[in-house]
């Protein structure tokens, strides 16, 4: 798991091509990687999409569990549990690395 959320994390952008349209994103690793199928094509649903596009702007860890608050009114326990489970879902697909 991750140690509190102060970390950043950062997707490959050599390895990933990723899109958003009609609120959902679609990521698409370009080159083999660890984790990453060549050919694999990952879909977010909502509240992914939004933590996607905000992770992208270079946000930390800790500024996508306050957006999960406010978008949703979940507790800041259950914000930062569920940013630690999406990040390291995409960390374990090989789709974002530790910054």
């Not at 970390?7 to 490959?12: E, V």
């Not at 992914?48 to 992770?55: E, F, K, Q, R």
Request: hydrophobic content about 40%; overall charge negative.
């Amino acid at each position: 798991m991750l140690e509190g959320l102060t970390k950043g994390c950062a997707r490959s952008k050599r390895m990933l091509i990723s899109h958003i349209s009609g609120g959902e994103a679609v990521l698409v690793p370009v080159l083999r990687s660890e984790g990453a199928g060549h050919g694999s094509v990952y879909t977010l649903n909502e509240s992914g999409t939004m933590l996607w596009a905000i992770l992208e702007a270079g946000r930390s860890l800790a500024e996508l569990a306050s957006a999960l608050q406010t978008e949703y009114g979940l507790s800041p326990d259950e914000a930062r549990d569920d940013v630690q489970e999406f990040i390291e879902g995409l960390r374990r697909e090989g789709l974002v690395e530790p910054v």
